[in-house]
């Protein structure tokens, strides 16, 4: 056994859509973890392994914090908060254009209270100017001149910059300790769950305004064959009309979903993938705690 090796847990945390997950996808070079432009993309706790010579850095992708008025809201924000509770280091990601909004505000007092080492990633250094970057370096260490900030590191988790330097960071910060995960594990998530998240990922992108947040995916068959997958899932909404933009003009919506999605899970399963949808209407399933469990969104374990 090598008594230099290095392993823990690292919670990825952050406001919706500073760049969590894009982050996650950067640093194992392969995307688990869905994204899009809309905040409050992810909904679960993700877990992505990175193997390296002498560590394995394990992180957990959180859904984005902010002030939750929802039963589906609060639910992701405990999972996000909870989170922290299981790690040894916490990355917080903040999106530079972005660090005096409220949603800051709330994860600043979170950093404040926290008694483990934390790491700042600025995030989307490449839509600001450089000479704005140091004042705001600056706010953030007066902010949290309390906190047990370890280190401010300026990235762009979308090109890439900067992110070896962070990774360099964390593993120096980790605890010695052993493998915890097979050395070719990338995540220990199912591959059902995960093609139904890509699914959930083409809702995102291709629909607006509600929709997306009134959709829930479940998978109801998955059988992997050695030349072909087939899949079966649902597409939940809350309302007729929700199921009609789904379905969309002659069935022309659901048809990109599918054929978006079933590409990208073809990549992820090896094989030719048989992708079949349903749509279905499950009224008001965001405030139904029955529901939210059925669709995996709401844990006993806390
Ligand atoms: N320009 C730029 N855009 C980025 C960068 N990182 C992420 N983005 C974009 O920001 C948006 C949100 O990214 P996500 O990774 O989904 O953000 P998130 O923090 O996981 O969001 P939630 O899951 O909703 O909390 C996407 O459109 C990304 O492409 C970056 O470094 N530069
Ligand atoms: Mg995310």
């Not at 924000?77 to 509770?85: E, F, G, L, N, R």
């Not at 379905?247 to 030719?272: P, S």
């Amino acid at each position: 056994m090598n008594n230099n090796f290095k392993s823990g847990f690292i919670a990825i945390i952050g406001s919706p859509n500073a760049g969590k997950s894009t982050l996650l996808n950067q640093m194992l070079g392969e995307k688990i973890s869905i994204t899009s432009s809309k905040p409050q993309t992810t909904r679960n706790r993700i877990l992505g392994i990175l193997q390296r010579e002498s560590s394995q850095l394990v992180f957990i992708d959180t859904p984005g914090i902010f002030k939750a008025d929802s039963i589906l809201n609060n639910t992701l924000v405990d999972t996000a908060v909870s989170a922290i509770k299981d790690v040894d280091l916490i990355l917080v990601i903040s999106d530079v254009l972005k660090h005096e909004s409220f949603s800051e505000q709330i994860v600043t007092n979170i950093i404040l209270k926290e008694k483990k080492k934390i790491f700042l990633a600025l995030n989307k250094i490449d839509l600001i100017e450089k000479s704005l970057l140091l004042p705001i370096i600056d706010a953030w260490s007066k902010k949290c001149s309390s906190a047990e900030l370890t280190e401010i590191i300026p990235i762009s988790a979308k090109n890439g910059t900067q992110v070896e330097k962070l990774i360099l960071s964390l593993e120096k910060a980790l605890p010695y300790g052993p493998q915890l995960f097979p050395e070719d594990a990338i995540t220990d998530m199912p591959m059902r769950f995960i093609a139904s998240e890509i699914i959930r990922e083409k809702v995102f992108i291709l629909t607006g305004q509600e929709v997306p947040y009134a959709t829930a995916v479940t998978i109801d068959t998955f059988s992997e064959g050695e030349n072909l997958c087939r899949i079966s899932a649902s597409i939940h909404v809350e309302r007729d009309s929700q199921k009609g933009i789904i379905i969309g003009n002659q069935g022309k919506m659901i048809k990109k979903i599918g054929e978006t999605a079933r590409k990208e899970i073809e990549k992820m399963v090896g094989t030719k993938v048989f992708l079949e949808l349903f749509v279905r209407v499950k009224k008001n399933w965001r405030k139904d705690v029955r529901a939210l469990k059925e669709f995996g969104y709401f844990s006993d374990k806390k």
